[in-house]
Nanobody
Framework: QVQVAESGGGSVQAGDSLRLSCVASGRAFKTLAWFRQVPGRDREFVAARWAIGNTFVADSLKGRFRLFGGTVENTVWLQMNDLKSEDTAVYYC??????????????????WGQGTQVTVSS
């Protein structure tokens, strides 16, 4: 059974940091990624990581957001620093069975988590 589970969301103040985790189980995934969505707006790409280590972060978030994996397969962490009110969104983890370009193409992801809310107060 495939599961994609996010955790780590919450409410923080502007300038704070937060770390989200994603664990995908049930298949051997080659790409794990984060997207986020604000009500009324399109879901947007945040970051992606290939199992071999290549990591991609949205240009607008570089310098504040970092995606990294550990020794546990199918697990990634999204480190978010210096959070701003505009980072408020539901953050979704997505898993794909392949590596591909462009890595922000949502239709290429095979499984999605339920999402975790991040709220940043200014």
């Amino acid at each position: 059974q495939v599961q994609v589970a996010e955790s780590g969301g919450g409410s923080v103040q502007a300038g704070d940091s937060l770390r989200l985790s994603c664990v995908a189980s049930g298949r051997a995934f080659k790409t794990l990624a984060w997207f986020r969505q604000v009500p009324g707006r399109d879901r947007e790409f945040v970051a992606a990581r290939w199992a071999i280590g290549n990591t991609f972060v949205a240009d607008s978030l570089k310098g504040r957001f970092r995606l990294f994996g550990g020794t546990v397969e199918n697990t990634v962490w999204l480190q978010m620093n210096d959070l701003k009110s505009e980072d408020t969104a539901v953050y979704y983890c997505a898993a794909a069975l392949a590596n591909f370009y462009p890595y922000d193409l949502q239709t290429k992801y095979d499984y999605w988590g339920q999402g975790t809310q991040v709220t940043v107060s200014s």
